[in-house]
T-cell receptor
Framework: DVKVTQSSRYLVKRTGEKVFLECVQD?????MFWYRQDPGLGLRLIYF???????EKGDIPEGYSVSREKKERFSLILESASTNQTSMYLC???????????FGPGTRLLVL | AQKVTQAQTEISVVEKEDVTLDCVYE???????LFWYKQPPSGELVFLIR??????QNEISGRYSWNFQKSTSSFNFTITASQVVDSAVYFC????????????FGSGTKLNVKP
C-alpha cells in the first residue's frame, strides 16, 4: 500500500512566521506534489518535483518555495506566512510507470 | 473552459438508495487517464479508480461501478445500496498524454447519505 504522510494535521501560525510543511512517501515515487484546497476554488497545484533537487512551478507558486533533498521527502515552505495562505494543504506522490497520484491526509493551516 | 465538469454540487440520498455521480471531461488528446477520488470529512483524498482512454470497459468493485463512455466524454460513478460511510466529497480528474503530471480536477460532488 502506498503511504504518504504529512507532518501535521493541524497547524496554527502567526502572520510573518516561516512555516514548513513536510511530506514523506514510502513507495520510492519519483514525483511529488503540493496542492492547496480552498472552498469554491478546488485543488490547485503549487509546486511539483520529478526528481531529487528538481522542482517545477504549478499554478499558484507565489509566496511558496519547496525543497526536495531526498527522494522520499518534499517540503513546502511559506517564507512569511500571510492570512491568505490559510488553507488545506495536500501532498501527493506518483510514479511515471503508473501516473496515479496518491495523497496524504492533508494539513489544515490557519494563519492568524 | 473547464476540462472536468461535475455539475452536481451536492446530492442527498437515504441509505440503501443507488446514486450516480456525473463527470464530463474535455480533451483533444487521444491518450489520457481519468480518475475518481473520495474525500471523507477527515480530508484525505482516497484514490478509487484510474481508467485509460483505450479501455472503455465498465468496472465494478463491490458496490461501486464506473461507466466510461467516450462518445459522450463521460465517466460516471455509481454507488449501489449507499451507506452512511459513503458520505464524502467525490472528485473526478483527468490527466493528458502531453503532461501526465498535470491533473485537472472537477469541483467535486458532495454526497450526503442519511440513515
Amino acid at each position: 500500500d502506498v503511504k504518504v504522510t504529512q507532518s501535521s494535521r493541524y497547524l496554527v501560525k502567526r502572520t510573518g512566521e516561516k512555516v514548513f510543511l513536510e511530506c514523506v512517501q514510502d513507495m520510492d515515487h519519483e514525483n511529488m506534489f503540493w496542492y492547496r484546497q480552498d472552498p469554491g476554488l478546488g485543488l490547485r497545484l503549487i509546486y511539483f518535483s520529478y526528481d531529487v533537487k528538481m522542482k517545477e512551478k504549478g499554478d499558484i507558486p507565489e509566496g511558496y518555495s519547496v525543497s526536495r533533498e531526498k527522494k522520499e521527502r518534499f517540503s513546502l515552505i511559506l517564507e512569511s506566512a500571510s492570512t491568505n495562505q490559510t488553507s488545506m494543504y495536500l501532498c501527493a506522490s506518483s510514479t511515471p510507470r503508473e501516473e496515479t497520484q496518491y495523497f496524504g491526509p492533508g494539513t489544515r493551516l490557519l494563519v492568524l | 473552459a473547464q476540462k472536468v465538469t461535475q455539475a452536481q454540487t451536492e446530492i442527498s440520498v437515504v441509505e440503501k438508495e443507488d446514486v450516480t455521480l456525473d463527470c464530463v471531461y474535455e480533451t483533444r488528446d487521444t491518450t489520457y487517464y481519468l480518475f475518481w477520488y473520495k474525500q471523507p470529512p477527515s480530508g484525505e483524498l482516497v484514490f478509487l479508480i484510474r481508467r485509460n482512454s483505450f479501455d472503455e470497459q465498465n468496472e465494478i468493485s463491490g458496490r461501486y461501478s464506473w461507466n466510461f463512455q467516450k462518445s459522450t466524454s463521460s465517466f460516471n460513478f455509481t454507488i449501489t445500496a449507499s451507506q452512511v460511510v459513503d458520505s464524502a466529497v467525490y472528485f473526478c480528474a483527468l490527466s493528458e498524454a502531453n503532461n501526465f503530471n498535470k491533473f485537472y480536477f472537477g469541483s467535486g460532488t458532495k454526497l450526503n447519505v442519511k440513515p
